[in-house]
T-cell receptor, first 110, second 112 residues
Framework: DTAVSQTPKYLVTQMGNDKSIKCEQN?????MYWYKQDSKKFLKIMFS???????INETVPNRFSPKSPDKAHLNLHINSLELGDSAVYFC?????????FGPGTRLTVT | AQSVSQHNHHVILSEAASLELGCNYS??????LFWYVQYPGQHLQLLLK??????LVKGIKGFEAEFIKSKFSFNLRKPSVQWSDTAEYFC??????????FGTGTRLLVSP
C-alpha cells in the first residue's frame, strides 16, 4: 500500500549513458514532482506536472525529460549522464499544498 | 524570488535537551509553511504544516512550530529530544503553483 513509489532505489551507471527513473502514486493526486537532492542534502524542485501537463520546469538541462503517461505516473529520463547528475532524486505528489515524497533513487554516475 | 533560510546547519544535543531550529522565509504573499524530517537513508516525511489560523501548530512526535508573521519565521521546537530524533530537518514554503522551496536543512544529532 505504498503511497509514492520509485524504481529503482539505486542506480549506478557510467558517464554518457541514458537512464530512466519511474515514479507511481496511488493517492489519486493530480500533481506530481521531481526533486533533486545533492550531496549537501539541498533539495531543489526540477519539474511539476498537473494532470499530465508540465507546470513547473526549473532551469533543468534538456538532457532531463519528464514524461507523464497518466496522472499516477511521472517518469524521469536522463540522456548523456554526467558526473554532476549524481544525486538522490525524489518523486512527490500532492493535491493542494501538502506533498508526499517517494523513497528516493540514488543515482551514481561514474 | 522566494527563499528559505535555516541558520543552524548542524545541531548536537543530548537526550532530553530542548530543541529549537530556526527557519526564516522571504515571500510577501500568503504562504503555507512546512517542516519535513528525513531520517538516515529514508525519504522526507511531513512533521507539521501551517496554512492559517492558530500560529502555533502541533505536529507528530511531539514537535511544534510557531509562525510569527512579523518576523517571517517558522521555528521548530521540541521540549525534550530523543536519540531517535537524529535526522535532517527541512523547512519549506509553498509560494504559489504548488511549488515547494526548501531550506538547506539542519542536521540534528542526538547523543544518548
Amino acid at each position: 500500500d505504498t503511497a509514492v513509489s520509485q524504481t529503482p532505489k539505486y542506480l549506478v551507471t557510467q558517464m554518457g549513458n541514458d537512464k530512466s527513473i519511474k515514479c507511481e502514486q496511488n493517492l489519486g493526486h493530480d500533481t506530481m514532482y521531481w526533486y533533486k537532492q545533492d550531496s549537501k542534502k539541498f533539495l531543489k524542485i526540477m519539474f511539476s506536472y498537473n494532470n499530465k501537463e508540465l507546470i513547473i520546469n526549473e532551469t533543468v538541462p534538456n538532457r532531463f525529460s519528464p514524461k507523464s503517461p497518466d496522472k499516477a505516473h511521472l517518469n524521469l529520463h536522463i540522456n548523456s549522464l554526467e558526473l554532476g547528475d549524481s544525486a538522490v532524486y525524489f518523486c512527490a505528489s500532492s493535491r493542494g499544498s501538502e506533498q508526499y515524497f517517494g523513497p528516493g533513487t540514488r543515482l551514481t554516475v561514474t | 524570488a522566494q527563499s528559505v533560510s535555516q541558520h543552524n546547519h548542524h545541531v548536537i544535543l543530548s537526550e532530553a535537551a530542548s530543541l529549537e531550529l530556526g527557519c526564516n522565509y522571504s515571500y510577501g504573499g500568503t504562504v503555507n509553511l512546512f517542516w519535513y524530517v528525513q531520517y538516515p537513508g529514508q525519504h522526507l516525511q511531513l512533521l507539521l504544516k501551517y496554512f492559517s489560523g492558530d500560529p502555533l501548530v502541533k505536529g507528530i512526535k511531539g514537535f511544534e512550530a510557531e509562525f510569527i508573521k512579523s518576523k517571517f519565521s517558522f521555528n521548530l521546537r521540541k521540549p525534550s529530544v530523543q536519540w531517535s530524533d537524529t535526522a535532517e530537518y527541512f523547512c519549506a514554503v509553498n509560494a504559489g503553483f504548488q511549488k515547494l522551496v526548501f531550506g538547506t536543512g539542519t542536521r540534528l544529532l542526538v547523543s544518548p
